[in-house]
């Protein structure tokens, strides 16, 4: 995606929406992830720099939704835009709204208008943003209240900054998880399901089905790039990949634009290479798996054995 045509007619939401998807060669919204467009770089600066022009002419009205007399389009390229900043840009902590309008302008009183009374005044914004990709919106547990920030984030799949720590619990998961694919996965165990089952790792907020969902993706491209060009043989398989398929990155599900991105998933393929060689013990794994449309566990395990055992003399 690195020579994506930009539309140069960048602060017309409507025309930019419309020219995204057509160097996706979509007309519509396939009902696809916001991650898995693959935003690039220079979309997210021209996403911004269109919420950024029409925030300077009406702070105040651009988060209604069209029925309310909101900007026609606004809505999903904010939408769009606030999962692209979440899984770029955010630092940690507590998830708010403010940081995101803040970083196209909605400062001062202007941001406690759009922020003061959300039920009424920008969450129908952020329906309509939805509804246009076709993506649902979170409910909590129990309840009908929806999680319209927790459902942005889910968009936006991972988020990118907090890699870059080595001690963060993120990547601490993704350790875990190839590592525990690797021992189990010829038992016929998903990755999604290893995903979901050591997602205890994960602060709470991370624990959805759509951040299991992209890790699960990454580990399993990991693993085939591993066996397609035998990296378990190379001692520098990044290397190797480099040049024997310049285009490996895009067999992952995110956009490898930004740095943290690059430095994981490099991570992950020199881990699975080194792994390979590894004698695999015969070991027990005993888990619970949720019974389909109920509330009820059960109890399954599995004995794994390697491919190989060696003879002790």
Not at 16 to 33: E, I, K, V
Not at 130 to 157: D, N, V
Request: charge should be neutral; include cysteine; proline fraction near 6%.
């Amino acid at each position: 995606m690195e020579n994506t045509k930009i539309n140069n007619n960048t602060k017309h939401p409507k025309k930019w929406l419309s020219q995204f998807l057509a160097n996706r060669a979509l007309t519509f919204s396939d009902g696809r992830p916001l991650y898995a467009y693959k935003a690039t770089t220079d979309e997210l600066a021209h996403m911004r720099e269109a919420l950024q022009f029409c925030a300077a002419f009406g702070s105040r009205d651009v988060m209604r939704s069209e029925t309310q007399g909101g900007n026609l389009k606004f809505a999903p390229l904010f939408v769009l835009y606030a999962a692209e900043w979440w899984r770029r840009e955010y630092p940690g902590g507590p998830w708010k709204w403010e940081p995101i309008f803040e970083s196209i302008g909605i400062t001062g009183q202007d941001l406690a208008d759009v922020t003061n009374n959300p039920q009424s005044h920008f969450y129908p914004a952020i329906t309509q943003g939805f509804l246009y990709w076709k993506r649902p919106i979170f409910q909590e547990h129990g309840s009908k209240r929806h999680q319209y920030i927790g459902s942005i984030a889910a968009e936006g799949g991972l988020p990118l900054q907090l890699l870059l720590n080595p001690a963060a619990k993120i990547t601490h998961y993704f350790k875990q998880l190839l590592e525990r694919y690797l021992q189990i996965r010829s038992s016929g165990i998903t990755a999604n399901q290893i995903a979901s089952e050591i997602g205890h790792i994960l602060p709470e907020t991370f624990r959805r089905d759509t951040v299991f969902n992209v890790a699960a993706d990454i580990i399993e491209a990991t693993i085939d790039l591993r066996q397609r060009f035998q990296l378990d043989e190379k001692s520098d398989p990044i290397a190797h990949l480099d040049k024997a398929y310049p285009a490996w990155a895009d067999e992952f599900p995110l956009s490898l634009e930004a740095e943290p991105a690059r430095v994981l998933l490099r991570a992950l393929v020199y881990e699975a290479a080194c792994h390979a060689n590894e004698d695999n013990p015969i070991s027990f794994e005993r888990y619970l798996q949720k019974q389909d449309e109920t509330t009820h566990y059960q109890v399954c395990a599995h004995v794994i054995f390697p491919k190989w055992i060696k003879q002790q003399t």
